[in-house]
């Protein structure tokens, strides 16, 4: 997916300053609905996300030199800006610090979503190593069994699924596709993502076709039968009426996350969407 131009600068200045950790609870009410797309772009990794009350959150993850690096492209990679640094350590004091909590007076857990980029089933073994050192604060599936807890990982990209499905014990889940939808299995699948260019004609301007409206409300209802929940990429993400409109129905579809880079766009939005 490409990228704003906004993104990018914004991309470029936080390669320059330093990460600030996000220990300090913030007392933004959480959003169910608001996913974070490229998180790690903004100023502040996971604290402005948090700050703005995003409950889902997504980080574009590299293996290289036995790190798990965060960017979007390589030459976006830096030592040391890793998964860990970025989003499990400020995670893992903030769960600390809030009594098993992501959110001050809130049960909300934190959706990490970890898109792989390169080397899927390397890239994938790594992070279910790293992820067994904070497997404390993370949803985990052992014997059969969900068991929720304050972060759930739920993997997408190039996700190595007959691997993740044969593990007895994982810190992870798997990202769907709507080829998955209706095959039931939300203790892999919990979450059902797509582009909506590739199921959607509508871009928001005028009325939204009738047969597309029922199309969207189907998936979502199928989704939620199994036990799943819904996200669409590539939805318009520039300030106007066709965004709010696209916006105005997802909500009313009853979609689970939706995507944005505008932070305070979407924290308005669903705010005064009540």
Known sequence: MLRRALGVLVAAGA?????????????????????????????????????????????????????????HDPEDLQPGRTLQS???DPLAQRVKQGYGRVFPRSRQPLQLLVDIKNNGAATYTELDRVLGSYRKMLTTYGKGKVKGGAVTV????????????????RYTFYDGRMTDLGQGGAALI??????????????????????????????V????????RVRFWATPDTAGPARDA??????????????TDDLDGLQRFLRAAG
């Open 15 to 71: 390669m320059l300053l330093p990460v600030a950790p996000a220990t300090a609870a913030s007392n933004a009410e959480p959003l169910p609905r608001a996913h974070a797309h490229n998180d790690y772009e903004h100023t502040r990794p996971l604290q402005d996300a948090l700050d703005h009350g995003f409950t889902s959150v997504e980080a574009d993850i590299y293996l290289v030199e036995g790190e798990l690096r965060v960017g």
């Open 86 to 88: 970025l989003y499990l």
């Open 154 to 169: 739920v993997v997408s990209g190039d996700r190595p699924r007959e691997l993740m499905a044969g593990q007895e014990r």
């Open 190 to 219: 919990p979450l059902i993502s797509d582009n909506w260019t590739n199921h959607f004609t509508w871009n928001g301007e005028g009325e939204m076709p009738a047969a597309e409206r029922a199309k969207l409300r189907e998936v």
């Open 221 to 228: 209802a199928t989704a939620h039968r199994d036990g799943q």
């Open 246 to 259: 696209i916006w105005r129905e997802l909500v009313a579809a009853d979609v689970d996350h939706i995507n």
